[in-house]
């Protein structure tokens, strides 16, 4: 089969306009960026939008370093509807440039199901990444700006700045850095860091933010540290939310795109599920909603990152709902991984592995089922599975009762979706929905952090030294003890160790660190060796892209 860049080659992209008109967007609400990408200039505010459509939640089992195909599957997922004659939009994420260049390379699909256009996407696409970058780098400015004018005893001790610094790349040395050295000219020397853009709680605000007045009201919240007195300082306090918000302004615009069969996508923003909450825009998907009978988003990673947090996090934002159904993508190749296979070994036929690997994908579905919305297993089909492999797959699901069906959008386009697509249809139309929260917000955070340790990882308990016990309580002196938890750990394991393959229990979850987003509205919780500013791997995907003479770029996966 032909690589992803040849397949885009070979289909004639729409122009966006008659891309917009499938998605039932006037012409006079689109600002161009060329004639195949667009800014949506929605005059209502999305809030009050009504829901037409149904919404489908794409997320998978604990993935081989590969991934799993859930973007893949969700963009083919939508194209499936199509060919069912219903009308249906994509809304996924955007890419950052650290898996770009990094282990994963690009984000918007593969084979037959990818979005377009491809390269302009995968890099600079309309510049939201870099104006979320901006804007979190302007904060990080004036608090410095202000330490090096009103000195060690003024608005913000020095000592307590939690803001750091970020850049859309991987990049380990960044993590530890000492700013302010040589001298007064040059401010006050403290130790800070870097986290890449897809961390930082300005995405996060970004992306849970219905308007320009709430994202103004989030940014203003953000804490920057806290006083001489021990108290919060909020950005609000140094008048940094207005310049802030006119550097998102454009960002805050969905984007329009297609894929490659010309169902209408809309790809805005883009943190990471495993250190961040890991959905794309409730402005995206609210917008969508309104105007599709199906919308289909996609969270990051597993159900015990992405999901969970879509559930618990974005969903509690009162602006979209929960999800009318969800697709749990799996593999043959990760099921033999989480059965004890090398990773080096997974296309190997090996139907004994499967059933082993079997109790990963298991744990995935009861998560699903802890929050009462009907599910579809989806077999996401590559071309070396054997048929004892898939045949035994099925004959698993069959016994665990629920849902399944084979997807090879990869491989034939929406039309290798149309099983799953009928599967989710019968899923909405036979099965009632019962949506509930894991934990109610009014439990302490060190509960609220437990509950999800047990019930979604699997773990017997929580332990966390006590300086870190200590700051989330004084989080909730604070005022913050009612906000959602957004734990960042690996995302290779159900627990926050890599090696901890297929189903993990009886393990205690390590808390080593809890920092406040305020402005976004959760506390992030980092367990294990997380880390928020990734690394470039022993061969980068950058060492592969290149770009022609003509212009023509190369190598971009």
Same mark, same amino acid.
């Given at each position: ?123 600079h696409f309309t510049g939201d990444m870099h104006a979320v970058t901006a804007a979190h780098n302007l904060l990080a400015a004036m608090v410095d700006n202000r330490l090096h004018f009103d000195g060690v005893c003024g608005l913000i001790d020095c000592r307590t700045i939690t803001w750091k610094r970020v850049m859309d790349m991987d990049d380990r ?57 021990g108290k919060p300082v909020f950005a609000r306090q140094i008048k940094a939310e207005g310049a802030m918000a006119a550097l998102l302004k454009d960002a805050m615009k969905p984007n329009l795109v297609q894929t490659l069969e010309g169902t209408p996508a809309l790809v805005h923003g883009g943190p990471f599920a495993n250190i961040a909450h890991g ?8 917008? /969508? !909603?309104?105007?599709?009978? %199906? @919308? *289909?988003?996609?969270?990051? &990673?597993?159900? #015990?990152?992405?999901? $969970? ?59 699903? /089922? !802890?929050?009462?919305?009907? %599910? @579809? *297993?989806?077999?996401?089909? &590559?071309?070396? #599975?054997?048929?004892? $492999? ?52 009014d439990l302490p955070l060190i509960g609220k952090i437990e509950t999800v340790a047990k019930k979604i990882y699997g773990a017997a308990g929580i332990a966390m030294e006590g300086k870190v016990r200590r700051k989330i309580l004084r989080m909730e002196e604070d005022g913050f003890g009612k906000l959602p938890v957004c734990i960042a750990k690996t ?67």
């Amino acid at each position: 089969m032909p690589d992803d860049r040849e397949i885009a080659k070979g289909y004639a992209i729409k122009p966006i306009e008659e891309i917009a008109e499938r998605a039932g967007i006037p012409p006079r609400y689109l600002e161009k960026y060329g004639p195949y990408k667009a800014k949506i200039l929605w005059p209502q505010p999305v809030k009050e939008l009504p829901k037409r459509g149904k919404l489908i939640m794409v997320t998978a089992m604990t993935p081989t370093p590969a991934g799993e195909g859930k973007t893949t599957t969700a963009i083919g997922l939508a194209d499936a509807f199509g060919h069912l004659q219903k009308k249906a939009i994509a809304a996924i994420r955007e890419p950052s440039l650290g898996p770009v260049f990094g282990l994963k390379g690009g984000a918007t699909g593969g084979g037959l199901a990818q979005i377009a256009p491809r390269d302009d996407i995968n890099l600079h696409f309309t510049g939201d990444m870099h104006a979320v970058t901006a804007a979190h780098n302007l904060l990080a400015a004036m608090v410095d700006n202000r330490l090096h004018f009103d000195g060690v005893c003024g608005l913000i001790d020095c000592r307590t700045i939690t803001w750091k610094r970020v850049m859309d790349m991987d990049d380990r040395v960044l993590r530890e850095v000492v700013v302010g050295i040589g001298g007064p000219l040059r401010g006050i020397a403290r130790e800070t860091g870097f986290d890449i853009t897809a961390a930082s709680e300005v995405m996060a605000i970004l992306c849970l933010s219905a308007d320009l007045k709430e994202l103004k009201e989030r940014l203003g919240r953000i804490v920057i540290g806290s006083g001489s007195d021990g108290k919060p300082v909020f950005a609000r306090q140094i008048k940094a939310e207005g310049a802030m918000a006119a550097l998102l302004k454009d960002a805050m615009k969905p984007n329009l795109v297609q894929t490659l069969e010309g169902t209408p996508a809309l790809v805005h923003g883009g943190p990471f599920a495993n250190i961040a909450h890991g959905t794309n825009s409730v402005i995206a998907t609210r917008l /969508a !909603l309104s105007l599709a009978d %199906f @919308v *289909v988003t996609e969270t990051g &990673f597993a159900s #015990d990152l992405g999901a $969970e947090k879509f559930f618990d996090i974005v969903v509690r934002t009162g602006h979209i709902p929960p999800p009318d159904a969800c697709v749990l993508v799996a593999t043959l190749r990760a099921l033999k991984l989480h059965g004890g296979v090398n990773l080096k070994d997974v296309k190997a036929e090996n139907a004994e592995a499967v059933e082993k690997g079997f109790s990963n994908l298991e744990k995935h579905m009861d998560n699903m /089922a !802890l929050y009462g919305v009907p %599910f @579809v *297993v989806a077999l996401n089909k &590559f071309p070396g #599975d054997s048929a004892e $492999e898939v045949s035994r797959f099925l004959d698993l699901c069959r016994g665990k009762k629920v849902r399944a069906a084979l997807s090879d959008v990869h491989g034939q386009g929406g039309g290798g979706g149309v099983e799953l697509a009928r599967e989710v249809l019968l899923a909405i139309d036979q099965e009632t929905a019962h949506f509930q929260f894991l934990y109610p917000l009014d439990l302490p955070l060190i509960g609220k952090i437990e509950t999800v340790a047990k019930k979604i990882y699997g773990a017997a308990g929580i332990a966390m030294e006590g300086k870190v016990r200590r700051k989330i309580l004084r989080m909730e002196e604070d005022g913050f003890g009612k906000l959602p938890v957004c734990i960042a750990k690996t995302q290779y394991s159900l627990s926050a160790d890599d090696e901890a393959l297929g189903r993990p229990q009886g393990f205690t979850l390590i808390v080593t660190d809890a920092s406040l987003s305020a402005g976004a509205g959760f506390v992030v919780v980092c367990c294990g060796d997380i880390m928020t500013m990734p690394g470039l791997p022993s061969t980068p995907a950058a060492e592969k892209v290149d770009v022609t003479d003509d212009g023509e770029i190369v190598g971009l996966s």
